[in-house]
């Protein structure tokens, strides 16, 4: 199943690169799926997006962001996973179960 959510944000800041993010402690809120918990940061000069895994089986996702999608990473149950880029790139949205050979 794909599934694709938006959000829109006004951001200011020089250009960066993307990173995967480590798994840190986060605040969740919403759910994608029964079992899949996204967050999305924003601070003073980067922005995160987190996905807890509580499903019973490894998902994959991959986060968008203006002028590129960043690849697509697996989560283990019980695990978290997250990109972490500059603020300058907004984040237009994800997908859920991409194809990791993307």
């Known amino acids: 199943m794909r599934l694709v959510a938006g959000l829109a ?3 200011t800041a020089t250009l960066g690169l993307a990173a995967p993010a480590s798994a ?3 605040d969740y809120y919403g759910s994608t799926e029964d079992c899949v918990v996204v967050k999305h940061d924003v601070g003073l000069v ?6 807890r895994n509580n499903c019973s089986q490894t998902i994959t996702f991959r986060v968008f962001r203006v002028g590129r999608s960043l690849p697509c990473v697996a ?6 996973g997250g990109w972490r880029w500059n603020r300058a ?4 949205g994800y997908e859920l179960d991409c194809d990791l050979e993307d």
């Open 75 to 80: 989560v283990e149950p019980g695990e978290q």
């Open 89 to 92: 790139a907004s984040f237009t």
């Open 24 to 26: 840190a402690s986060a």
């Open 46 to 51: 980067n922005q995160t997006v987190y996905f």
């Open 9 to 11: 944000l006004a951001v």
